[in-house]
């Protein structure tokens, strides 16, 4: 927090206090990512007790991003929770339909609904963004019918905003790439399992092992489809070919297949 924040960011800011202030009290949706971490960090400071963190544990998040999100709720000082979620114990979820994430946030906004009751808290909040509008997003159905609110969306705040502030907070998640469940890596349609998750999981999580940090592996039954970044995609045709083909293979995979347009959020409505 070594300089000021751009004054029409600092305008933002204001903004979102301004709402949290008026809630008086909330549950915040927290995975640890850049967002949510944001959202949280502000929510501390202004509700301090009264803002309460949640992050949902299930097959499809990975335990790294568990461990992060705990180390850095601790680091914020925040009330932090943690409840499991089941969606892949939701028929509608397995088969993956083009509305899939409508049900995993249906059950998670559900439980995260309960908590609050229980805790006396107000609000559910989660970290949806302006820039979230342009992509196909079903689980802002769901967030909508259980009331949740979105402080930073309300505010005006777009992802550089985020990062930027987060950045002038002093939070190690301002560069953390965008991270979606492991259900995101299966073509709609595709069923979901527990076997197929682990999987795709143990791919990716030996490739940043590696030192990949930009990176998504998608499912297509025996070929695993690499998005990379290009400082990813360098290594992954040069000096780790090797690696990747052997930690590729050790998953199960019959083929490795290196997407040549790289890295990209939504990569499967493409399809759709």
């Not at 159905?141 to 777009?158: K, Y």
Request: aromatic share 6%.
């Amino acid at each position: 927090m070594n300089e000021a924040v751009d004054p029409q960011l600092a305008v933002k800011l204001e903004h979102l206090e301004r709402i949290l202030t008026g809630m008086e009290s909330a549950v915040v949706a927290f995975s640890g990512g850049v967002d949510s971490s944001c959202l949280l960090a502000v929510a501390v400071k202004v509700l301090g007790e009264r803002a309460l963190a949640v992050t949902a544990t299930s097959e499809t998040y990975p335990e790294r991003e568990l461990i992060e999100a705990r180390s850095l709720a601790g680091q914020l000082g925040a009330r932090h929770r943690e409840v499991v979620s089941e969606e892949l114990d939701i028929p509608e979820f397995k088969h993956n339909p083009r509305n899939r994430c409508y049900y995993c946030k249906k059950e998670l906004f559900g439980k995260l609904r309960e908590i609050a009751d229980q805790e006396g808290l107000a609000h559910v909040l989660d970290g949806t963004n302006l820039d979230d509008r342009s992509d196909h997003r079903p689980g802002r159905q769901a967030a909508e019918e259980i009331g949740v609110r979105s402080p930073l969306e309300e505010a005006g705040f777009t992802k550089d905003d985020i990062r930027v502030l987060s950045r002038h907070l002093g939070l190690p998640s301002w560069d953390k790439p965008v991270f979606a469940c492991l259900s995101s890596r299966f073509p709609y349609g595709t069923a979901i399992t527990p076997e197929r998750v682990r999987r795709v999981g143990q791919v990716e999580d030996a490739l940043r092992d590696v030192g990949f940090r930009v990176l998504r592996v998608r499912y297509h039954d025996a070929v695993a489809r690499l998005e990379l970044g290009p400082k990813e995609f360098d290594q992954a045709v040069g000096a780790l070919r090797e690696e990747v083909v052997r930690i590729v293979k050790a998953a199960g995979f019959t083929y490795v297949s290196v997407d040549l347009q790289g890295y990209r959020t939504g990569a499967m409505n493409e399809a759709v």
